[in-house]
């Protein structure tokens, strides 16, 4: 998506969108390096890219549907997000959104600009790429589930009040990425093949047009030429 980009679909629902215009993915849903395999969480580790190609560094994530912030952990320079509303999941689903984002300096550095209860727009900033907590370089980390977080209670794995990840026996339950979070006008320039990623489509009500980047056909091209 891009910055202050708001959509919803006929039914008045908003339609959750990836945070980022542009990524590349470092280590993925099934990764052995740190997300163990994908046996208890689905985490994605993005890095941001920008429109000529470049890396981007401490870019802006804007956030996929109104959300409010429900969680946050200095020391992990992390934060749980949960939408406002039901929303429009990328996998046809209507149901709350949680977003659990890692590695913002700013959290860490005990300045990061929100707070607990806070609401943010869909399409405004709500959290930044970085090398807070455990990172060995600037990206994001995301994880995202269906349901609302009720989970905040508990630092100990395996109980339903877990509260670092969004897994099968957590409330919300954990979804990929891509069956969660809509790409339209976000470029996914490198992305492995089990990442299907859909646009949404039926029909688009924008309450803001964002400006066509080129980039977003290439996306296209990407996609049908991996579909072909
Ligand atoms: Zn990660």
């Known amino acids: 998506m891009q910055y202050l980009e ?13 945070p980022l215009p542009g990524f590349s993915i470092s280590q993925t ?12 969480y689905w ?4 890095l941001a890219i920008g429109s000529n190609g470049q890396r981007l560094y401490r870019q802006p994530c804007y956030a996929p549907v109104d959300i409010k912030c429900v969680f946050i952990n200095q020391a992990e320079a992390m934060a749980v997000w949960e939408s406002v509303e039901r929303v429009h999941l990328a996998n046809g689903m209507i149901d709350y ?5 890692y590695h913002d300096n700013d959290i860490e550095d005990g300045i990061y600009p929100y707070r607990v209860g806070q609401v943010i727009r869909q ?11 455990t990172a060995t370089g600037d990206h994001l980390h995301m994880e995202t589930g269906y349901g609302r977080y009720l989970t905040q209670q508990s630092s100990a794995r395996y109980t339903p009040e877990y509260k670092f990840h969004i897994t099968d026996y957590t409330t919300p339950k954990r979804l990929h990425n891509y069956d969660a979070l809509f790409i339209n006008d976000t470029s996914p320039i ?8 859909v646009e949404f489509t039926d029909p688009i009500l924008h309450e803001y047009t964002s400006k066509k980047f080129p980039w977003v056909l290439y996306s296209r091209k990407l996609r049908e030429k991996r579909n072909s």
């Open 29 to 40: 849903d099934y990764g052995t390096f740190s997300h163990h395999g994908g046996e208890e």
């Open 43 to 46: 985490a994605t580790d993005y």
């Open 123 to 133: 399409g405004y900033i709500f959290f930044k790429t970085g090398t807070g907590g």
């Open 190 to 197: 490198d992305s492995p093949e089990h990442y299907i990623w």
């Open 97 to 101: 959104l949680t977003i659990t984002c």
């Open 6 to 18: 708001r959509m919803r679909d006929r039914n008045g629902y908003q339609v959750a969108l990836f």
